[in-house]
């Protein structure tokens, strides 16, 4: 069955970086679209980026544009997020998802704090 499992997240200053990862298994990853979203305590679940099958196509939610950027590898199954200049407004458990299907992975927690 499809099983999404993300790792990388964790506290972080003002201003540092983090490089998360989703590893995909029980589908074929390489000819679906990819997507992170992230959810903060006491809000609602906000997309936050995606990047076609093939990696060439990526758009972002206006808040991260220009200090996040989504990759995939397809040889490994795996999609990434690179977050850089990160803010405590960036804490959250992050998610990644299928584009075409309602699969999610349990999330990891990133928390940016001084």
């Known amino acids: 069955q499809v099983q999404l499992v993300e790792s990388g997240g964790g506290l972080v200053q003002p201003g540092g970086s983090l490089r998360l990862s989703c590893a995909a298994s029980?589908?074929?990853?390489?000819?679906?679209?990819m997507s992170w979203y992230r959810q903060a305590p006491g809000k609602e679940r906000e997309w936050v980026s995606r990047?076609?099958?093939?990696?060439?196509?990526?758009t972002y939610a206006d808040s991260v544009k220009g200090r996040f950027t989504i990759s995939r590898d397809n040889a490994k199954n795996t999609l990434y997020l690179q977050a850089n200049s990160l803010k405590p407004e960036d804490t959250a458990v992050y998610y990644c998802k299928v584009v075409a299907g309602n699969y999610w992975g349990p999330g990891t927690q990133v928390t940016v704090s001084s």
């Open positions: 029980g589908f074929t990853f390489s000819t679906y679209g």
């Open positions: 990047i076609s099958s093939d990696g060439d196509t990526r």
